[in-house]
């Protein structure tokens, strides 16, 4: 059966920080907000970088999320404030919402969950919303900040247009728009905002996506420890360099085996069709691929394709001019 979101009386007089989200929304629009719609961050507890190459991975939500005020207009606009001065209002038409990655600035990250459940509902209308946003997620941190944002956003343009979407739908929904940001990123951080249980991490594993509660040893601690140095994931390439180079060893090794590679984009995907173990794959890894770094025109070469196909069809925008150099296991 499907799950939908939760729908909670809170009693603002005992939340502060609901209080003085409402606060600042008066101060804003002048009204009280409708509702509130909250995600939580997360933290991988195993599983690194592997969820985009369609494996299972092993998260928990965290305490600190990203929490919105809300109301709708009808002046047909996305009105964006947030409670961090850092982060500017932002105003749009519903009928006018572009996403520009190469300028990944935080309202873009609200817009990819807008833009993904009005695709997901087939809404050729939208309600204006006027939203406060307050964050708690230390940002590019690693606790997948833009994912609650971008969650969160889903979740108001659900509510604001009284529209029901499963949890599940959301997390794959949520998962798909945040890439209008530019980040490939495998699904993991939107699965967990949604489906996060308190008191249990989360197996989660993928096609179909599914949750399956994994407890923790009573009385367990996790520390969380902030480097404080950040990584802005969409405005820089490192993230989608790792995506692309499991992306083209997938590839190099689907041809080596004989297998149709250009519709395989995903290791475990490759896993399945080659029907190996793990164990196995590793022995594949190992007789395939060689531990020098590979140049471009060594992966057209194999994969019999010009350095343009390359581009258009196997790299991502903002690896297209960052060779593909380093060894492809690590
Ligand atoms: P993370 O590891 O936290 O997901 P990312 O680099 O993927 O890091 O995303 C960080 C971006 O998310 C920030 O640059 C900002 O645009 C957005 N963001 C994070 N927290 C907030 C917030 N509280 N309010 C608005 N935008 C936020
Ligand atoms: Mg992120």
């Given at each position: 059966?499907?799950?939908?979101?939760?729908?909670?009386?809170?009693?603002?007089?005992?939340?502060?920080?609901?209080?003085?989200?409402?606060?600042?929304?008066?101060?804003?629009?002048?009204?009280?907000?409708?509702?509130?719609?909250?995600?939580?961050?997360?933290?991988?507890?195993?599983?690194?970088?592997?969820?985009?190459?369609?494996?299972?991975?092993?998260?928990?939500?965290i305490e600190q999320n990203i929490l919105a005020a809300v109301s709708v207009n009808s002046s047909q606009t996305i009105q964006l404030a947030n409670t961090d001065p850092?982060?500017?209002?932002?105003?749009?038409?519903?009928?006018?919402?572009?996403?520009?990655?190469?300028?990944?600035?935080?309202?873009?990250?609200?817009?990819?969950?807008?833009?993904?459940?009005?695709?997901?509902?087939?809404?050729?209308?939208?309600?204006?919303?006027?939203?406060?946003?307050?964050?708690?997620?230390?940002?590019?941190?690693?606790?997948?900040?833009?994912?609650?944002?971008?969650?969160?956003?889903?979740?108001?343009?659900?509510?604001?247009?009284?529209?029901?979407?499963?949890?599940?739908?959301?997390?794959?929904?949520?998962?798909?728009?945040?890439?209008?940001?530019?980040?490939?990123?495998?699904?993991?951080?939107?699965?967990?905002?949604?489906?996060?249980?308190?008191?249990?991490?989360?197996?989660?594993?993928?096609?179909?996506?599914?949750?399956?509660?994994?407890?923790?040893?009573?009385?367990?601690?996790?520390?969380?420890?902030?480097?404080?140095?950040?990584?802005?994931?969409?405005?820089s390439s490192h993230f989608n360099i790792r995506v692309v180079e499991c992306r083209i060893a997938t590839k190099v090794l689907a041809k080596a085996r004989g297998l149709?590679?250009?519709?395989?984009?995903?290791?475990?995907?490759?896993?399945?069709?080659?029907?190996?173990?793990?164990?196995?794959?590793?022995?594949?890894?190992?007789?395939?691929?060689?531990?020098?770094?590979?140049?471009?025109?060594?992966?057209?070469?194999?994969?019999g394709i010009t350095t343009e196909q390359l581009s258009k069809n196997i790299l991502s925008a903002n690896t297209h001019h960052n060779l593909i150099c380093r060894p492809?296991?690590?």
């Amino acid at each position: 059966m499907a799950v939908n979101p939760p729908k909670i009386k809170v009693l603002l007089s005992a939340n502060e920080r609901l209080q003085k989200l409402k606060e600042a929304f008066h101060g804003k629009y002048k009204e009280s907000p409708l509702f509130y719609a909250c995600a939580p961050g997360r933290v991988n507890l195993i599983g690194e970088h592997i969820d985009y190459c369609g494996y299972a991975v092993l998260p928990m939500a965290i305490e600190q999320n990203i929490l919105a005020a809300v109301s709708v207009n009808s002046s047909q606009t996305i009105q964006l404030a947030n409670t961090d001065p850092k982060y500017k209002d932002f105003t749009v038409s519903v009928n006018e919402i572009t996403i520009d990655r190469e300028n990944p600035q935080w309202h873009y990250y609200f817009l990819c969950g807008v833009k993904g459940v009005q695709e997901q509902l087939g809404l050729s209308s939208m309600t204006g919303i006027s939203c406060v946003v307050d964050g708690t997620i230390p940002a590019s941190s690693g606790l997948s900040s833009s994912s609650a944002l971008v969650c969160c956003a889903g979740l108001v343009t659900m509510e604001a247009n009284q529209k029901t979407i499963s949890k599940v739908l959301l997390a794959e929904t949520c998962a798909k728009c945040e890439r209008y940001i530019g980040t490939e990123g495998g699904g993991m951080d939107q699965s967990i905002s949604f489906l996060a249980e308190e008191g249990t991490a989360k197996l989660i594993e993928f096609n179909p996506l599914r949750a399956t509660d994994v407890k923790l040893p009573e009385g367990a601690v996790f520390v969380i420890a902030n480097s404080c140095v950040e990584m802005n994931k969409a405005a820089s390439s490192h993230f989608n360099i790792r995506v692309v180079e499991c992306r083209i060893a997938t590839k190099v090794l689907a041809k080596a085996r004989g297998l149709e590679w250009s519709s395989l984009q995903k290791l475990g995907d490759l896993q399945t069709a080659l029907g190996l173990s793990l164990e196995k794959m590793l022995d594949l890894v190992e007789e395939v691929l060689h531990p020098e770094p590979y140049s471009r025109e060594e992966i057209c070469k194999i994969l019999g394709i010009t350095t343009e196909q390359l581009s258009k069809n196997i790299l991502s925008a903002n690896t297209h001019h960052n060779l593909i150099c380093r060894p492809c296991v690590s």
